[in-house]
Structure formats: C-alpha cells, structure tokens
C-alpha cells in the first residue's frame, strides 16, 4: 500500500495537531503545577516569618562598644549562652528595670569562662554554662571586658498571655515517694532452714 504525497501531508498534519494539543495541555497543567509551588513557598516563607524568632548571636571584643538590648513591656528576653575567653575581669549582663513598680540595676548573669587551660584559672573544673530570662521592661548592658572576647546568645519574645498567673511550677530531680516492699504476716508458719 503506497501512500500519496497528499495523504503523508495530511497525516503528518494530524500529527503536528495532536503535538500541539498535548503541548497545549501540558503547558496548562505545568503552569497550575508551578502557581500552586509559589503559592505554597509564599505561604510557608510568611509563616517562618511570623513565628520563627531566631536567636541572634553577638561578639564582643575589648574595642567594641556595649550592646544594648532594649526589651518593652510584655516581652521577655532569653539569655541561652554568654561565655567569654580571655581577659582578667569578667564580663557581667547588667539590667536596668525601667517599670513603674520596679527600678534599679543589677547584674544578672556573668560570662563562663572557656579558656580554663591557661593563667590563674588552670586549675578549675570547667563551668556550667547558666541561662536567663529577663521580663520587660528592661534596659539590659553588655559591656566589653578589655583583652576578653565575649559571645553571647539571646532571643527576644513576646509574652502572649499578658499577666498570666502567679503559679510557680518547681522542678526538682529528686524523685517523689517510692512504694517499698513493707513485712507481712503471712496466715501459715513457714519454717527457714
């Protein structure tokens, strides 16, 4: 069976009709596909935004200046690391309570010191890295310690419930009463060779 030039045209016509439409489809299936995948980056990027409150990490060398940390009513600070290596005075995390009920200044927290191996400090045991959260409002001061450099972590919440309640949840890791086996009589004498 030989085909005529005309009916190749024709068929190869209909080829070319056939490609254009699955194109056409997936084309439109490929543009929905990638509409749906912005929309979905878009709302998971606007969430991370919303909720995600990062850490922030600063250092503080011998020339820096303080860093000042300015925490408004209804927000706390968390301090999660403040170390410091070198240097002979230690660096110290200074709050000033700017409320109406409270006022003044303390130190707070001082920097643990990492480099334990060298100078007066050889022959400590290491320290235990300590936290801290810092209720607003508060003005809270890192001053720079000449020849150390500090490092500290923290993070600033707000502190969605508002005055909450006064209900103190103590921890402790001593563990509560424990069953112990008590002696019973038992109703049959035994005898114990």
């Not at 979905?40 to 820096?64: D, E, M, R």
């Not at 993070?155 to 890791?173: C, W």
């Amino acid at each position: 069976m030989d085909r005529s030039p005309s009916s190749e045209l024709v068929a190869d016509y209909k080829q070319f009709q056939l490609a254009e439409v699955e194109t056409a489809c997936i084309s439109s299936s490929m543009k929905i596909f990638a509409a749906r995948c912005l929309i979905a980056v878009v709302v998971l990027a606007a969430a991370s935004s919303a909720f995600a409150n990062p850490f922030k990490t600063k250092i503080i060398t011998g020339t820096t200046s303080a860093l000042v940390i300015t925490v408004p009513d209804d927000h706390f600070l968390k301090i999660t690391n403040f170390t410091q290596q070198g240097g002979t005075d230690r660096g110290v995390v200074s709050v000033t309570l700017t409320g109406d009920e409270n006022s003044g200044t303390a130190n707070v927290l001082t920097a643990t010191r990492i480099d334990l191996s060298t100078g007066t400090n050889s022959q400590n045991a290491p320290e235990i890295i300590n936290r801290v959260i810092i209720a607003g409002p508060a003005q809270v001061t890192v001053a720079p310690v000449t020849g150390a450099t500090l490092f500290i972590t923290y993070r600033k919440e707000s502190n969605e419930g508002g005055g909450g309640s006064n209900n103190i949840v103590f921890i402790s890791p001593t563990p509560g009463a424990t069953a112990t086996a008590t002696p019973s009589f038992s109703p049959f004498p035994t005898i114990t060779p």
